[in-house]
C-alpha cells in the first residue's frame, strides 16, 4: 500500500536554530499537509499545499514557517528560528483529491527543541 | 466555529467485549466526517468516513460508526475487540469547502486479555 513517508523520524535541535522537515507524499497525490501534535493536546492544522501554492493556512502558520515542494517529490517544512513550544510530533499528509477522499498521513517527525 | 470532541481520553475493555468511543462535533456548516487510528510509533491510519448516505459506515478491522445528525455524534463501534486494536482512535471534521480537518482530542483504547 503507498505510504507517506517522513524524515527523520525524530530531531532534536537548539532554540533559536533552522529545522526542515522532510516529506515524501504519495506520488499521484495532489493535495499536501502538514499538521502537528504538541504533546498531549490535539491534532492541529498548519497548511495545505496545493499546485505549488499554499492553498490554506492556520494562525500557528506564522512568518516562521514556511513550505516548499522543491522537486516535485519533496514537500518540506522549514521552521527558521525554532522555540521551545514548536516541539511537537510533525505529521505530514497527501491526498488525490480534496478532503472529501481522506488524507494518507505519514508516521510524523518527532521535533524536540531544547 | 467548529469543534470536535472526545469525551474519554482513555477507554479500557477486555478482549472480545464490545466497544464504544464516543465522538460529538459542532459545527455551523455541513461536514465531513472521519475516524483516524494511531498505533504506537505510526502514523494515523483512516479507518471509516461518512461523506453522505448511508448513516451507518463500515470501516476497516471491523469497526463501524453511524452518524446521528440530531445528536451531531459520530460514534465508532466494534462489537468484539481484539488485543491488536489497542491504539489511539482519533475522530475528526472536515468541512464542505475547507480542505482541513478539526481533531478530536483522541480516545485510547487499552484491550485487556
Not at chain 1, 499554499?54 to 506564522?62: G, H, L, M, R, T
Amino acid at each position: 500500500e503507498p505510504e507517506v513517508t517522513q524524515t527523520p523520524s525524530h530531531q532534536v535541535t537548539q532554540m533559536g536554530q533552522e529545522v526542515i522537515l522532510r516529506c515524501v507524499p504519495i506520488s499521484n497525490h495532489l493535495y499536501f499537509y502538514w499538521y502537528r501534535q504538541i504533546l498531549g493536546q490535539k491534532v492541529e492544522f498548519l497548511v495545505s499545499f496545493y499546485n505549488n501554492e499554499i492553498s490554506e493556512k492556520s494562525e500557528i502558520f506564522d512568518d516562521q514557517f514556511s513550505v516548499e515542494r522543491p522537486d516535485g517529490s519533496n514537500f518540506t517544512l522549514k521552521i527558521r528560528s525554532t522555540k521551545l513550544e514548536d516541539s511537537a510530533m510533525y505529521f505530514c499528509a497527501s491526498s488525490e483529491q480534496e478532503i472529501g477522499y481522506g488524507y494518507t498521513f505519514g508516521s510524523g517527525t518527532r521535533l524536540t527543541v531544547v | 466555529a467548529q469543534s470536535v470532541t472526545q469525551l474519554d481520553s482513555q477507554v479500557p475493555v477486555f478482549e472480545e467485549a464490545p466497544v464504544e468511543l464516543r465522538c460529538n462535533y459542532s459545527s455551523s456548516v455541513s461536514v465531513y466526517l472521519f475516524w483516524y487510528v494511531q498505533y504506537p510509533n505510526q502514523g494515523l491510519q483512516l479507518l471509516l468516513k461518512y461523506l453522505s448516505g448511508s448513516t451507518l459506515v463500515k470501516g476497516i478491522n471491523g469497526f463501524e460508526a453511524e452518524f446521528n445528525k440530531s445528536q451531531t455524534s459520530f460514534h465508532l463501534r466494534k462489537p468484539s475487540v481484539h488485543i491488536s486494536d489497542t491504539a489511539e482512535y482519533f475522530c475528526a471534521v472536515g468541512l464542505y469547502n475547507f480542505n482541513k480537518f478539526y481533531f478530536g482530542s483522541g480516545t485510547k483504547l487499552n484491550v485487556k486479555p
